[in-house]
Each structure stands twice: as C-alpha cells, then as structure tokens.
C-alpha cells in the first residue's frame, strides 16, 4: 500500500494534471464523435508522445481514456448512434429516456456511473490487482472457449425477441471474426481473394458501419425522427436518486473489472454483458429497451470499469487484453519503460503515478463531463435531415483516418448495408459484434484446449470452472423453451 | 431498433422481405460452410459449425415467418436504399475530390431526401459544417485524406 501512495505525489505534479485534464476533455469530446474512438486518439496522440515526460504522456492516455468512454454515451442517449462501441449497450435505455424528454437525467446517470465504474476500475488496479491477475491466470484455453460460449449465447437470446434470430446474428458476427488468416495454420479463409480483408475485418470499421449508418438513415426517414424531440431542460440526477444506482454500480463495477482483465474482452463486451445482468436481475425486466435509468447506469460503469483493469495485465504480466490496453504499452515502451513484473519495483513511481491518474481522471471526467454534455446536446438542435449526412460525413471520415485506406469505408457502407437489412428485418445487431469479438477467441481457446488435451473432448468438461459455465450455458439455452412451455393468453 | 410488433407506429416490413433475408443469411451459412469445406483439419472447425448452424437457424426463421405485416422503426425501403445509394456515391467522389468537396454536394441532396425545403437551413448548414470539419481534420489532426478539389490540402 505504501508503493501505491509513493505514485500519488507523481501524479499531482501541475504538468500531470494539465495533461490529465486535455487528456479527458479530449477524451469526452472524441468518444461523442461517432466513428472516433480512444483507440484512434491514442494513435494520433502516440507520435507526440517521444517528446513528454511518461507521466505526462500516460496521464493524457488515461484520460483519454476514461474520458471517451464516457464521451460514447452522449450520442448513444441523444442520437442512438454509439460514440464508441461500448456505448453500445447504453442506446438501449439512453435513447428511449431522451425521446421521453428526460435527456439530462439520461446523461447524468451515464457520467456518475461513468466516474463510478472508472473509481471502481482505478481501485482494482491499485489495491487488488495482483489476486485477480492469479486468477484469471488460473483460467486456461478451455475456460476460455466456455467464458467466450457463455458471453454469445446469453447475450443473444437475453436481447433477441425472437432467439433463432438473436443466435443467427451471433453466427453472422462469428463468421465475420473468422474473416482473414488462421492465426495457427496461416490458411485464408472467407477472402475469396479479396486482398484488404486477407487481415481480418476492422471492429472499428465494422461498429461504425452497423450501428451509425442504419440509424442515420433513419433520421432521414421523417425531420423529427431524431432525438431533437427530447427535452433538454428536463430535471437532471439528483444526489439521492443517484445513490439507488449503488447495487447497480457495484455488479457492474465487478463484472466490468473481470472482463477487463479477461484478455481479448472490451469495454463493449463488458456494457453488454452488464446490461444483459441487469435485466435479467429485475423484478420488471420488461421496462428495459423503454427508457430504464438502470439500463444506462449498468452499461456505462461497466465500460468504464474495464478501463484500467484491462491494464492489469498489460501493467503486470505485459500482456494487452484489448487494443487500448496495447496503445498504452506502446507509449510506455516509447519512454524506454517495458511492462511486466520489472517495472513495479524499477519505475515504482511512474507506474504507481499512473494508477493514480486513472483514478484522478474519473473525478476529471465528472466536472468536465458536465460542461461537455451541455456542448453537445446543442447538436441536438440541428434538423435531422442534416445530421444524417453529417454524422455519415463523420463517419467515413473517421474510418478514413483511422486506416487511411477507402477500401475500408466501402467495407464501413457494406456493414451499414447489412445492419439496416437485417435490423428492418428483426436480427439485433449487438450479438454480431459479440460474434465478432468472442468468436475468434472461441476458436482459438478450442483449438488449443484440443490440443492440450491431445483431442479428448471429455477434457472440455473436466473442471469445475468449466462444468460451471457449460450447466449456466445450457440453463441460458433452455430458457426460450421455458418460456414457449407457459400457458399462452388468448388472442383478443 | 428491432421490429416490434406491439408498435402502433413505424414503418411496414412485409413478409416477403423478411423471407429474403432469412434465405440470404442461410445462402451466407453455405458459403461460409463451402469455405471451411475447403479447409484442412482444426481451420474447418469452426467454419463449417457455424455455416451449418446459420442455415438451420436460417430454416428456423422461415418456419416461425408468419404472414401478418410487422412494423419497424428502421428508415422505408426506398428511402434507405435511396439513402445508402447517395452514401455509395458520396463515397466513390471522396476518393476522386476529397471527402469535404463532395460533402457540399452530398449534405443538401441527403437534406432533400430527408424532406428539408428551407435552402438558406441547408446552404448555411453544409458551408459550417464543411469549415468546421476542414479545422478539425485537416488543421487540428493534421490526418492525411485524399486531396481537396475546391478546399486544397
């Protein structure tokens, strides 16, 4: 403990705050620009950072950071269009209570749970860091392909109406996942010669495609079908009424905490899955999707509590559970710091400073956050007719420069061609990036639990984490035949 | 953003269209099941599985179809496609003039698609806009796009 307090003097350095402070603004800003996430800031920011000291560039990271993820949420409840794909999961509930007229009591929710799940995150990563690293160690190829089975099947048949489709959409997204090259055997499959896919598809490119476009071109659809029907003067939180999130925040905080340190899970998969928990742990599961404060409130501490524990393992073992996570090894290898066990009792100031950053950036984003989301919502002011073009505008600029190829804007409109099919058509779109995301990691947990095990399948079922996890898959799995076996009402 | 039947309001998706797309996603399940075919050992694992679960969900779909016409909250057809085709167009210019150049074109022809008849809105509109984006990508994040027609860069 007296390790963690020594970063803290680091961190309260003036060029550390004035970083932590352009890091969060800048943050909250590029997360409310859909097709703009923190990976792409991270990037442009990692060139200028050869030139400042680490606490200074690793403080602007955090708030970055921490300040996106919140910034996702602004779009999300007043557009439906998430900033960031792991504001996903808050348009469910965000948009509906911005439609209702209560857009900042939606956006207050999403930043105190923002700051929330950030403080609950910083705090993983500073007081028990090293027991969740020893567990999530313990977990192998095996209890990962059941994690990964568990997070598709839920999630699908928990946001689908109708499951058949809900599971059709996970494999459509497993299918994309599978695009590109077999990382163990180097064989192409699903390019059929198309050589810019030949790496895999770009999740950047694939959200904005599916979750920007379609409802963009609904906005087209009538001048009031965008959020500009919300009342912006409405009642924001109150203290007291943000205090009855706490059992929210909590179950949240920890699942988004564990799937942080889970590597190849992200934020995304964390708001979802928090979101679907949350559902489920309801008395009245049926007012979610219409505007429940809940629903906000799950998905966006979540998000935010993947954030710094994600960087646990990056931060101890050097090892990056997602593509932030690698953006901030990358700047710590650029000021000659290497991740790893070294680095705790080598640079013990740097790398204590910096949890202290991501714990002082959360309390950043809430006085920023305020100032931000009032800038934004007079976005709200512009006829839909003309924001759809605009946020189409964003968006293909924004996965313009996030790979610098046209190639991958074309790919962009063929995701907002395929999410506005299928959505018209009743397939959610959310278990499509869940396939997408847990799909690869599936494949690759079963192939090397195949080949641990030399081929014995009953080894899939051999621990009790993994017997676990398959009974909690096949009880998911049987709830739609549950709930077909109920006594049906007459139809009136 | 799914459909909702309980929905007294939105736009109509009938059940030929809902057809097509549970025959295309199953017509997407055998592809992706004929390239794992083409695979050798553990790379056809999981290709195949999950084509030939796409194509059984695909028939569960159909059989669940139902003939009753289902409301959305998704963009009409014709103005979606409409929509998506400008989007292509604005795109394919992007790459010859430059994203901001074809933006002056692309905002008051969506704007038009999206029923907005006040000129001096959607003029105004597309020149802030397009300044707006030029200070903040071309000057502030310095990105390299393709080059400008009218704005240089």
Known sequence: MIEVLSGLPHALLVDSILAMIVGTAAGILVGAIPGLTATLAMALLLPFTYTMSPLVALGMMAGIYNGSMYGGAIPAILMRIPGTPSAVATTFDGYPLAQAGRAKYALHIALVSSTAGSIISALALMIIAPPLVTLALKFGPIEYFWVAIFGLTSVSLLLAGAPAKGLASAMIGVAVGLVGMDMMTGAERLVFGVRHIAGGVDLAVMLTGLFAIPPALAMLASPSAGSSRADLTGAGLKLREAITFARTWFRSGIIGVIIGIMPGAGGNLAGILSYAEEKRAARDPSRFGKGDPRGIAASECANNADNASSLIPTLALGVPGNSVAALMMGAMLIQGLNPGPALFSQHADVVYGFMWQMLLTAFMMLGLGLVGAKLFVNMLRIPAALLAPMILIICSLGTYASTNAMADVWLMLAFGVTGYVLSRSGYPIAPIVLGAILGPMAESSFRQGLLISRGDPLSFVSSPISIILVVAILAILALPLLRRRKPRTPAG | ?153
């Open chain 2, 1 to 153: 953003m799914a459909v909702t039947p309980e929905k007294a309001e939105g736009n109509t998706v009938r059940p030929l269209e809902r057809l097509a797309v549970a025959l295309l996603v199953a017509l997407v399940g055998a592809v992706v099941t004929w390239d794992g075919t083409r695979q050798d050992g553990a790379s056809a694992y999981f290709p195949i599985a999950v084509g030939s679960a796409m194509i059984v969900l695909s028939v569960i779909s159909i059989i669940r179809l139902g003939r009753d016409t289902r409301l959305t909250d998704e963009a009409p057809l014709v103005r979606g496609f409409a929509g998506l085709a400008l989007l292509a167009v604005f795109i394919a210019l992007a790459g010859q003039i430059g994203f901001l150049t074809a933006s002056l074109a692309f905002i008051p022809a969506m704007a038009v698609l999206g029923g907005d008849r006040n000129a001096v809105r959607v003029v105004v509109g597309t020149l802030a806009f397009v300044i707006m984006a030029y200070v903040v990508f071309h000057l502030a994040f310095a990105q390299p796009f393709p080059a400008e027609l009218i704005l240089g860069g």
